[in-house]
């Protein structure tokens, strides 16, 4: 989602379903030694469990500057079974900010600069060990394709350039992985860790896809080398897709994106999908199609995916609900995410885009109680 920069957060300071029978079998073994999170055929294992994964973004967490915030969060999650949580891991600036305001790395004048302090990755060490303890399983991503908490061109303000040669500046790639680099190692022993993710959304608009297809090979790889016992995704919108396509712009490859090519790359473990029909000139009842059109082309590379955002203002239970029910009984997707979830912090509601979904609201109740329900 492109999230519009929040003014709020500068306040802040600063499966009883039948449809596969590998999946009906949970709770067995644990399908990686390593204890940590893995994939398993077209479903996901955590914590020795098999079986489809409800979860929700909450991109602000690691932002804000009360931790007892963040653990009030992580508690309403983690009572409610949201099992999957995804983060922002960057916050990119271009100047220091107000000493209070988060932010992780500074690029300019042609360096990047990490900030270890305590308005710097420490936010994201108590995010982390927060979800430890409370058995949240967090995807943490590394850079932004909007402008947003910084995002690519907050790098590309810093080393020339533009959004599209982004992904081959060497400067920019260097930064990127150091950035990497440090907050993979920081948590690569982590049980809270879910997934490791290239990018919000990258898009490359006109670009041959081998532009990202190559980048995510390379960017995977370098993850790989440093941490191979966690899963690794790209984060991307489902863009580019011929099977089962209707022609329609989500589907083609215009934003530099090859769905399927990508899923291949041997270092990327799973797939995702966004689903925003009001942004995308779509009608919200075709949302199902892009739901189940993805699921086969995962289960086509044999692959789980996850519907990892989606989101509208109009009418979230009737027109989200069968999206859920879709991606529940689709082989080959294994967990969902609602765009976004909302709780009330100590400095008042959480950010709020339209599509915020509040714990103990009504909606709550259809899409996450009773979706948690289906899911058995
Ligand atoms: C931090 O948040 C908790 C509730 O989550 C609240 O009770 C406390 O007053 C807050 N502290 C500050 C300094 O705002
Ligand atoms: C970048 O360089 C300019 C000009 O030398 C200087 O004014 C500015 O403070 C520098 N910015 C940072 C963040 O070091
Ligand atoms: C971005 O930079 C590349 C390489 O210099 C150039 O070919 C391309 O036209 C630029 N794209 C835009 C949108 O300016
Ligand atoms: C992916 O990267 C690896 C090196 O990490 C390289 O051997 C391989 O050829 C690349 N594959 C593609 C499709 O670019
Ligand atoms: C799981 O275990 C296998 C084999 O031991 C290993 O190759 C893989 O990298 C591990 N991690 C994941 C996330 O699959
Ligand atoms: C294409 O879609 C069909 C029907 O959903 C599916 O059976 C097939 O596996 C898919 N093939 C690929 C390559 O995605
Ligand atoms: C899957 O769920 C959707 C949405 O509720 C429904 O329309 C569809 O018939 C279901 N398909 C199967 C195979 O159960």
Redesign the pocket.
């Known amino acids: 989602m492109r999230a519009a920069f929040l003014p709020l957060l500068t306040l802040f300071g600063h499966h009883a379903f039948a449809r596969s029978t590998s999946r009906t079998a949970t709770g067995s073994s644990l399908a990686n030694s390593t204890g940590f999170p893995t994939t398993d055929g077209l479903d996901f294992n955590i914590d020795g469990t098999t079986s489809y994964y409800a979860g929700t973004n909450t991109y602000w967490l690691a932002f804000l500057n009360?931790n007892?915030?963040v653990d009030?969060v992580l508690d309403d999650l983690a009572s409610s079974d949201l099992k999957i949580l995804r983060i922002w891991g960057f916050n990119d600036v271009n100047t220091i900010p107000a000493s209070g305001t988060v932010w992780f790395q500074l690029h300019a004048n042609g360096t990047s600069t990490i900030n270890t302090g305590t308005d710097g990755l420490q936010k994201l060490d108590y995010v982390v060990s927060s979800a430890e303890s409370r058995g949240v399983k967090l995807i943490i991503n590394f850079v932004n394709n909007w402008d947003d908490y910084g995002g690519m061109y907050a790098y590309v303000v810093a080393y020339g350039g533009n959004q599209t040669s982004w992904y081959t500046n060497s400067q920019i790639q260097t930064a990127y992985q150091t950035y990497i680099k440090t907050v993979v190692n920081r948590y690569s022993s982590s049980s809270a860790i879910f997934a490791w993710e290239l990018a919000n959304e990258p898009r490359c608009n006109g670009c041959d896809t081998s532009v990202i297809t190559d980048w995510v090979n390379a960017t995977s790889a370098y993850i790989k080398s440093l941490d191979p016992n966690h899963l690794v995704t790209i984060g991307d919108e489902g863009f580019g897709l011929t099977n089962g396509s209707d022609g329609s712009y989500p589907y083609t490859f215009g934003e530099g994106l090859d769905f399927t090519t990508n899923l291949n790359i041997p270092t990327i473990d799973f797939g995702t999908l966004h689903l925003y029909p009001d942004s995308w000139g779509e009608a919200l009842s075709w949302g199902s199609s892009w739901v189940s059109t993805h699921g086969a082309a995962c289960a086509a590379v044999g692959k789980p995916c996850i519907l990892e955002e989606f989101g509208t203002s109009s009418d979230q239970c009737a027109n989200e609900g069968p999206w859920q029910a879709t991606a529940l009984n689709t082989s080959g997707i294994a967990a969902d995410m609602f765009w976004q979830y909302g709780d009330t912090?100590?400095t008042g509601e959480s950010p709020d885009d339209g599509n915020t979904i509040y714990y103990g609201s009504d909606i709550y109740t259809c899409i996450v109680t009773d979706h948690i329900q289906a899911i058995g």
């Open positions: 009360n007892s915030d009030h912090l100590s």
